[in-house]
């Protein structure tokens, strides 16, 4: 693999299940992050970690949940999932905190 | 609050030039990106402006006023492989990428 994979592509869940959004990079890239895309919206930044062991609140995180036990991989879970949390998914990653953002290609959930 | 706001769609013909405009009001500015994203795919990367002036980078170039807290990018000789939604994002003085909604351009022949 080269750059970001993320994983499934698209998923249609009910509500009230739990679903975790996987996100593996292969450029040893420190910085990794969750985006949620609405349509008529800017990305929305859910949670993000700046270095493996590491891990912060964007600026929609509830409802939401992260873990970064190495570099490579950067799994978003949904404990509960809600119809609001219907959207696409984007997984990102930085060489530093700062730097610019290399996406992966997005992951579609529809929660009914 | 912070705002990011852009036009929400524009349309070009195909070998023209067209510019995308962007206009900030953030708490700080430590720099600003565009990105380009296609229907359907993830977004790349394009250009990144921290100082007054123009970037130029082949077909595309970015500007940036911290003054006038505005940029845009312009895109010469227009393909329509172009046609894609362009994203503005800001970052604040807290460091956090805020984005814009993105201008959705729509290349005729």
């Known amino acids: 693999i080269a750059g970001i994979t993320q994983a499934p592509t698209s998923q249609i869940l009910a509500a009230g299940r739990r679903m975790t959004l996987r996100c593996t990079q292969d450029?040893?890239?420190?910085?990794m992050y969750w985006y949620r895309q609405d349509l008529g919206l800017g990305l929305r930044l859910i949670h993000y970690s700046n270095t493996a062991g590491t891990t912060g609140k964007g600026e929609v995180p509830d409802g939401y949940s992260v873990s970064r036990a190495n570099t490579d991989d950067f799994p978003l879970t949904l404990a509960s999932a809600v119809p609001s949390q219907t959207s696409v998914y984007f997984c990102?990653?930085?060489?530093?905190?700062?730097?610019?953002?290399?996406f992966g290609s997005g992951t579609q959930l529809s929660v009914l | 609050g912070q705002n990011i706001d852009q036009p929400t769609e524009m349309t070009a013909t195909e070998g023209a030039i067209v510019q995308i405009n962007c206009t900030y009001q953030?708490?700080?500015?430590?720099?600003l990106f565009w990105y380009q994203q296609h229907a359907g795919e993830a977004p790349t990367f394009l250009s990144y402006n921290v100082l007054d002036g123009l970037e130029e980078k082949g077909r595309f170039s970015s500007f940036l006023s911290r003054s006038k807290g505005y940029s845009y990018l312009l895109l010469k000789e227009l393909q329509m492989k172009d046609s894609a939604s362009y994203l503005c994002a800001v970052r604040d003085s807290n460091y956090q990428l805020i984005w814009g909604a993105g201008t959705k351009l729509i290349i005729k022949p």
């Open positions: 990102a990653s930085s060489v530093g905190e700062n730097e610019k953002l290399f």
């Open positions: 450029m040893r890239h420190n910085a």
């Open positions: 953030t708490s700080g500015f430590n720099g």
